[in-house]
């Protein structure tokens, strides 16, 4: 997957980019993944993650806020990534490798309030949140409709067709990453 960037140097932030580029450039390929037969125009690319954005905002998510990103390579990170950045929220991704204890000590020390798993590592995130003062809700962003997968898909249902974006500076922090590795 290749994300093409175009730069402009007026608006060093995350949303300011997809934006401008959206309204300079809105057939130009933004993403390209042949091999998952995949090619996402800049329009394109900036409506859905609007999309996504709004959803996070009418669930609450506000500049600041922490949201963990628990799953693989796959479509919804890159969406969410950006509409994090987009609402001002702060994108923390976390290794689809990681254990439990690694999930944990990472939310609790970036104090994340809402974890976003995909299906298959649903499992592993599921047992997470009783430990976790801060999390609110964990949800599953790839999986067929019922269970946890339908309380990300009403929100996406019922995102507003505006909202009322915050004001996001460059030194603005967009995202949180925690290293694997070992101390032994």
Not at 61 to 80: P, S, T
Not at 87 to 114: D, Q
Not at 153 to 173: E, F, G, R, T, V
Request: charged share 20%.
């Amino acid at each position: 997957m290749a994300f093409v960037p175009t730069l402009d140097l007026h608006d060093n932030t995350i949303p300011g980019l997809l934006r401008r580029n959206a309204q300079r450039l809105p057939d130009n390929d933004c993403v390209v993944a042949p091999e998952f037969g995949i090619r996402w125009s800049w329009r394109e690319f900036d409506r859905r993650t609007s999309v996504v954005a709004r959803g996070l905002y009418a669930m609450g998510i506000r500049k600041g806020d922490r949201v963990a990103l628990f799953m693989q390579n796959i479509n919804e990170i890159i969406w969410l990534y950006l509409a994090c950045s987009r609402a001002g929220a702060i994108a923390v991704p976390l290794s689809c490798y990681s254990k439990a204890a690694e999930i944990i000590y990472a939310l609790n020390h970036c104090t994340a309030r809402f974890l976003f798993a995909s299906q298959a590592l649903f499992p592993t995130a599921k047992d997470v949140p009783a430990s976790i003062q801060s999390l609110e809700r964990i949800f599953v962003v790839n999986a067929p409709e019922g269970g946890a997968a339908d309380a990300w898909q009403q929100a996406l249902a019922n995102a507003p067709a505006k909202a009322d974006w915050p004001a996001i500076a460059p030194a603005d922090p967009a995202i949180i990453l925690y290293t694997s590795g070992s101390t032994d």
